[in-house]
């Protein structure tokens, strides 16, 4: 009987090592060949496979691949769709269902965060109520740090050393020139609900207290005079102040100080800048000059500054998803398990799906100051070896080298279009 193909999707925001974890699936596959045929990638994620708009990765040269490693952003483009319940739309995923019979696939990863998760976990409960045999694997990645049982999420340790560095580096500017100008930097960060990659800018401290540093935290709600009180006591006793802001932050009946008024298509606020309201306030309220600045994507695309962790780990999860599947584990989705801080020692597990799909993991309280503007100690423990190491990539011409992929398209098969 000839080996099954595969089916690999990248989804919701990419991240500087998420092709790290496509290298990892892709070589995998092609040690077992024997087990596993071709491996197909969804064109701009999900909806490559609604369209029957896949990619053979089988015509990429092994070296080609390798160099996924170390690229960034998604070599096969993603997307942010969102399926919805089995019972509210079965049209969608009959039409994956169909288009896997129709490829003979019999194996589905999808790297992605929480919604990724639901959607491996549904693919898995159709593919059994309508007796397709498809072995539904989920890879973690997310730059929020927000899936549960997983003690990190590959993506998120190289934005926290961006972020780290990043504050680091402008509080050094800011302190240059807080004397006769700017006396307080702003940094916007991702975070819509979690605040760990706002607390990662706490690593940045040389010495204790410096730089002066407030951190706004999604999980506290915002209390605008205990911030102002702070920054003030920042800049009187040490000339200047570093705010890092996530773009979740809340006020205390909990609505978004940054509410765009609109949705994303997981149904997600939109969110519109929180940075510079905070800014302003500091202008307004305090009369201090200000320096604002929005990490956007900058932040999850550098991968030219990722963490070696975190490459690594990234790696380490597409191969073992692979592995996984050849081992008839269905419906999970692998994990990494640390093992001890002092040297950082980690391995990797597995955790169903249906324990990580649609669930955040938020910052601990215990992670984050009384005063509710810091981080603890043991925060500081837990982050500080998903940034340890460097990776860097190939330099030409002073630039990195990144590979851009081919991505030839699989023939299709069948004659019907679908409407995304």
Request: proline share 5%; aromatic share 8%; charged share 25%.
């Amino acid at each position: 009987m000839p080996p099954k193909n595969a089916f690999y999707a990248q989804s919701g925001g990419v991240t500087s090592v998420i092709n790290a974890s496509a290298c990892g699936v892709i070589e995998a596959a092609r040690q077992h060949g024997d087990r596993i045929g071709h491996v197909y990638a969804g064109r701009n994620g999900i909806i490559g496979a609604l369209r029957e708009d896949m990619i053979d990765t089988g015509q990429e040269s092994a070296e080609a691949i390798a160099a996924l490693r170390h690229t960034p952003a998604g070599a096969f483009g993603s997307c942010r769709y969102k399926l919805k319940g089995l019972e509210e739309n079965q049209a969608e995923y009959q039409r994956l269902i169909e288009v896997f019979a129709a490829h003979d696939i019999g194996y589905f990863f999808y790297n992605g965060g929480g919604d990724s998760q639901d959607t491996a976990m549904k693919v898995a409960q159709l593919g059994e109520r309508m007796g397709y045999p498809i072995t539904c694997i989920g890879i973690p990645k997310t730059v929020d740090n927000d899936l549960a049982v997983t003690d990190c999420c590959p993506g998120f340790g190289s934005t926290a050393k961006y972020v780290a560095v990043s504050t680091r580096e402008a509080a050094m500017d800011v302190r240059s020139m807080a004397e006769s100008s700017t006396k307080v930097f702003v940094l916007e960060v991702m975070g819509r609900h979690a605040g760990w990659i706002a607390a990662a800018a706490g690593l940045c401290e040389e010495h204790e207290g410096e730089p002066p540093l407030v951190i706004l935290f999604p999980e506290v709600p915002f209390d605008r005079q205990a911030f102002l009180a702070r920054v003030q006591d920042c800049v009187d006793r040490h000339g200047y102040c570093v705010v890092v802001v996530s773009e979740g932050l809340r006020d205390d009946d909990g609505n978004f100080l940054s509410d765009g008024g609109s949705k994303d298509a997981f149904g997600h606020t939109q969110l519109g800048g929180v940075g510079p309201v905070i800014a302003q306030m500091c202008k307004t309220d305090l009369g201090l000059k200000h320096h604002c600045a929005v990490a956007d994507y900058l932040q999850r695309a550098a991968r030219h500054l990722s963490s070696k962790t975190d490459v690594d780990q990234a790696y380490a999860v597409g191969r073992a998803a692979v592995e996984k599947a050849l081992a008839g584990e269905n419906a999970i989705m692998p994990t990494i398990v640390r093992k001890a801080d002092e040297p950082y020692q980690w391995e990797i597990g597995s955790v169903a799906l249906s324990e990580v799909a649609n669930i955040e993991r938020k910052m601990p309280r215990e992670y984050i100051t009384e005063c509710g503007f810091g981080i603890t100690d043991d925060c500081r423990r837990y982050l500080r070896p998903l940034i340890q190491g460097e990776d860097y990539p190939p330099y030409r011409d002073g630039l990195p080298s990144y590979i851009t992929l081919k991505n030839v398209s699989v023939p299709r098969v069948l004659g019907t279009e679908f409407q995304v």
